[in-house]
């Protein structure tokens, strides 16, 4: 999605991957720890090299949306934390 022509399917892309995307144990209204389904692809995915490369290009796009939304996506954890 992120190689796609259509700028919304890139901003829902970018949008997951400049998420949070936290395990049940972190998360205070689960009544017991179970395995988020989104965290174990976020994790893969982000830490795919052809991923974060990807992402990089698209923090020089000329669509603003696009740009920022990329940006956000390569901030780690604790920085998108105050966004």
Do not use: C
């Not at 919304?8 to 720890?33: C, D, I």
């Not at 965290?39 to 795919?48: A, G, R, V």
């Not at 923090?59 to 780690?76: F, I, L, M, P, Y």
């Amino acid at each position: 999605m992120l190689d796609s022509k259509d700028n919304v399917s890139v901003l829902a892309a970018l949008t997951f991957l400049g998420g949070w995307h936290l395990a049940e144990p972190r998360r205070k209204f689960a009544p017991e720890p179970q395995a988020s389904k989104y965290s174990d692809l976020f994790h893969q995915l982000i830490s795919n090299a052809e991923v974060q490369e990807r992402i990089k290009r698209l923090a020089d796009s000329e669509n603003e949306w696009v740009k920022q939304a990329a940006v956000s996506a390569t901030r780690g954890p604790r920085e998108r934390l105050w966004q």
